[in-house]
C-alpha cells in the first residue's frame, strides 16, 4: 500500500449550506421554503451534503448533449449515499460554436462557476462536463473555491468510419480538407465523409483537448479510475456517474478538498501523462491556469523537465491510428499511469477523490490490447512530452508536440513567410503567386491571448495547395495562437510574448531566417540585437483593443499563455466564504 498523508475531517459537523438552511430565522424559512415548492420533504434540510450537480449541458454544446440524462445517474449516486443533489446549469462554452474562439470564455466561465458556488448552499460539487473548454473552467472554478469537487466526464463519441477506415473528429476534417485542396478528394466525397464522423452522443473520440482534459483530471486524481476513456454510450459511462455521485457524499464528509488532491506531485503526474498519450498542447495551457487557481507552482519549466523523457506509447489519433473506443476496451487510462508508475515516472502516493492513492488505483490493471497501448520497445515517439522552446523569438517560451511532429523538421533553418494575423493568412494562402516552398517557415501573428483575441485554435495553419499537390504534408509552422488537439504537424505555438502585447514575434519580416533546434529547445530569429531592438521600438499594434464588454475585460486583464492565459484578478484560491443576505 502506498502511504496517505490525508486525515478525513469529524462527522457529523455543520456544512456551509446550513447558513442558508439551519434554524427556523425569517432568512432560514425563505431560502428553505422556496426550495420545498419543488417538492423536497422537510427532513431533507436536516444537514445533510448538499451537492451541486454543475451541468454544461447545451443544446449548443452537442458533445455534452447528453449530460441531461448523465445528470440523473449522478443524483441516483447522491440520493443513495445520503445525499441531497441539486442540478445547477453553468456558462458552457461549445468549443464548435463559440465566436471569436471557446477559449475566450473559459475564463468567463470560470469566473460565473465560481460564483455560482460561492454564492449558493452547495456542500460539494460534481463538475459535469466533456467538450474542451468545459473541463478546464469548471476545474478552474472549483480550485479557486476548494470545496470537495469530482469530475465527471461525458465520454467519447464512438467510432467513426468512412469507406471502412477510421474517421477521427477533427484529425480527418483537417486532413480530407487537405485531400480537398490538393486534388485527391471530391467535395461530394468530403460531403459523404460528413455523415461518418459523428456517430454518437459524445466527446471528441480522438485524444483530442476533449478526451486529453478527461485523461488530466484522471491523472490529476479529481476523476474516479477509468473514468476518461469509457464511451458515452457504454452503459459503464452511467454507471461511472452514480458511483461518482455516490463518491462526492463522503468527500463532503471528510473534506476532501481540491487543494488536498491537486498538489505540485499531482500536476507532475498530469504532466507526465500528457506526454505518454501524445494529448493535445492546450493541456498546457489549461494545466498552469488550473494550478494558479489552486496555488500550485507549475511553470513551463515544469513541462519540460517532466515531459523529457516520457515516451508517447498511446496509439491514438492525431498522433497514432486507434480513437477513443480502442483505448478503452483496451484499459484505458489506468493502464498507462500503471505504466509510469512501473517505469519510475508516477507520483505514486498522490491522493485520488477515491480517497486512495494513484498507484492504489492502477497498480493491478491490465493491458488488453499492446498495439493501442504500447510497450516501451515499441512507443510512437521516444521523447513524446510537450517540448518548450526558447530564444530571442520566445523569450517566455513556445511549445511543439514531438508525437504530431515530423522527424526531418525537428532541426531545420527556412525562411519565414509571415501573415500579420489570420484574414492576412487566408488573403495570400491559395494565391499561387505566393513565394513559398516547403523549406520556408509559415509565421502567424496576432493569435495570442489578447490578439484574436482569445487565442484561437489557428496555430495549424493548412499548406499552401502549391506545396501540397507537390506530396508534401507537413511544414514548420510558428505563431501565438493554439492548435486544436486533433491537429498534426509541426507547429510551434503559443509563442509569448505574444505579438499584440509586442513581443518578438511581432517584428518577424518575410524573408528574414529562423532557426528550430528542438533537441536543444531553441526558437531563434537570426537577427542581431540591434536590429530587433530597432524594430521593436518602431513597432506599433496593428489592432485596437475592445472598447467595452467582455472584450475589454479580456483583452485588458488576460495574460500570457506561457502561465496559462488566465486573468490576473482571477488567480488564486478565495475560497468558499459567503456574504450576508439582503433581505
Ligand atoms: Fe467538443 Fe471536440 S468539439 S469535444
Given at each position: 500500500m502506498s502511504a496517505l498523508s490525508f486525515t478525513p475531517a469529524p462527522w457529523p459537523r455543520r456544512l456551509r449550506s446550513q447558513e442558508w438552511y439551519?434554524?427556523?430565522?425569517r432568512d432560514t424559512i425563505y431560502h428553505r421554503g422556496w426550495l420545498k415548492n419543488?417538492?423536497?420533504?422537510?427532513?431533507?434540510?436536516?444537514?445533510r451534503p448538499i451537492i451541486g450537480i454543475l451541468n454544461t449541458w447545451s443544446d449548443l454544446t452537442p458533445c455534452n448533449g447528453h449530460l441531461r440524462e448523465l445528470a440523473e445517474k449522478v443524483k441516483a449516486g447522491i440520493w443513495e449515499a445520503g445525499g441531497f443533489p441539486v442540478e445547477v446549469p453553468v456558462f458552457s462554452a461549445s468549443e464548435n460554436t463559440f465566436?471569436?474562439?471557446a477559449m475566450m470564455f473559459r475564463n468567463l466561465a470560470a469566473l460565473a462557476i465560481e460564483e455560482t458556488i460561492r454564492g449558493q448552499?452547495?456542500?460539494?460539487?460534481?463538475?459535469l462536463v466533456g467538450c474542451d473548454k468545459t473541463t478546464p473552467s469548471l476545474m478552474m472554478a472549483a480550485a479557486s473555491c476548494d470545496i470537495p469537487s469530482i469530475v465527471v466526464t461525458g465520454g467519447p463519441m464512438l467510432n467513426g468510419y468512412f469507406r471502412g477506415e477510421r474517421v477521427g473528429s477533427g484529425t480527418h476534417l483537417w486532413k480530407f480538407s487537405e485531400a480537398v485542396k490538393a486534388g485527391e478528394m471530391t467535395q461530394e466525397e468530403f460531403l459523404e465523409a460528413e455523415q461518418s464522423m459523428?456517430?454518437?452522443?459524445?466527446?471528441?473520440?480522438?485524444?483530442?483537448t476533449a478526451s486529453t482534459m478527461a485523461s488530466m483530471a484522471e491523472a490529476l486524481g479529481?476523476?474516479?479510475?477509468?473514468?476518461?476513456?469509457?464511451?458515452?454510450?457504454?452503459s459503464r459511462r452511467r454507471v461511472m456517474a452514480q458511483l461518482s455521485g455516490r463518491r462526492i457524499v463522503q468527500m463532503v464528509k471528510d473534506d476532501l478538498k481540491p487543494s488536498d488532491i491537486m498538489t505540485k506531485a499531482a500536476f507532475e503526474n498530469a504532466i507526465r501523462t500528457n506526454g505518454a498519450i501524445g494529448g493535445s498542447t492546450n493541456a498546457v495551457i489549461h494545466l498552469l491556469a488550473i494550478a494558479g487557481r489552486v496555488g500550485v507552482d507549475v511553470t513551463l519549466n515544469d513541462w519540460d523537465r517532466c515531459g523529457?523523457?516520457?515516451?508517447?506509447?498511446v496509439n491514438l489519433m492525431?498522433?497514432?491510428?486507434?480513437l477513443m473506443e480502442e483505448f478503452f476496451y483496451a484499459g484505458g487510462l489506468p493502464v498507462v499511469l500503471k505504466r509510469l508508475g512501473e517505469g519510475g515516472?508516477?507520483?505514486?502516493?498522490a491522493l485520488t477523490v477515491s480517497g486512495q492513492t494513484i498507484w492504489d488505483e492502477v497498480r493491478d490493471v491490465v493491458n488488453h490490447n499492446e498495439d493501442v497501448i504500447r510497450p516501451l520497445e515499441r512507443?510512437?515517439?521516444?521523447?513524446g512530452g510537450i517540448a518548450v522552446l526558447r530564444g530571442n523569438l520566445a523569450p517566455n517560451g513556445a511549445v511543439l508536440k514531438p508525437s504530431a511532429a515530423s522527424a526531418h523538421l525537428m532541426q531545420h533553418r527556412g525562411r519565414a513567410v509571415v501573415f500579420e494575423d489570420i484574414d492576412d493568412y487566408k488573403a495570400k494562402i491559395?494565391?499561387?503567386?505566393?513565394?513559398?516552398?516547403?523549406t520556408c517557415i509559415m509565421v502567424l501573428k496576432n493569435c495570442g491571448p489578447k490578439g484574436y483575441p482569445g487565442m484561437?485554435?489557428?496555430?495549424?495553419m493548412g499548406l499552401p495547395p502549391k506545396v501540397l499537390r507537390k506530396g508534401v504534408t507537413d511544414m514548420i509552422r510558428i505563431s501565438d495562437a493554439r492548435m486544436s488537439g486533433t491537429a498534426y504537424g509541426t507547429v510551434i505555438l503559443h509563442?509569448?510574448?505574444?505579438a499584440a502585447a509586442?513581443?518578438?514575434?511581432?517584428?518577424?519580416?518575410?524573408?528574414d531566417m529562423i532557426e528550430v533546434d528542438v533537441a536543444a529547445r531553441r526558437l531563434h530569429l537570426d537577427l542581431s540585437d540591434a536590429e530587433i531592438a530597432a524594430r521593436l521600438a518602431a513597432w506599433t499594434p496593428i489592432h485596437e483593443r475592445a472598447a467595452s464588454g467582455y472584450a475589454f475585460l479580456h483583452q485588458t486583464h488576460v495574460e500570457g499563455a506561457d502561465t496559462g492565459a488566465d486573468l490576473d484578478f482571477l488567480k488564486g484560491c478565495r475560497g468558499n466564504a459567503v456574504g450576508k443576505d439582503s433581505h
Open positions: 439551519a434554524g427556523n430565522s419543488q417538492g423536497y420533504p422537510h427532513d431533507l434540510f436536516d444537514g465566436r471569436p474562439t448552499p452547495i456542500d460539494g460539487a460534481v463538475l459523428s456517430r454518437s452522443s459524445g466527446t471528441c473520440n480522438t485524444m483530442g479529481m476523476a474516479l479510475s477509468g473514468n476518461a476513456a469509457i464511451p458515452a454510450v457504454d523529457r523523457d516520457v515516451a508517447t506509447i492525431p498522433s497514432g491510428e486507434y515516472q508516477l507520483n505514486k502516493d512507443a510512437l515517439t521516444p521523447q491559395n494565391d499561387e503567386a505566393l513565394d513559398i516552398d516547403e484561437a485554435e489557428v496555430g495549424n509563442t509569448s510574448p505574444e509586442g513581443g518578438p514575434l511581432a517584428i518577424v519580416q518575410t524573408g
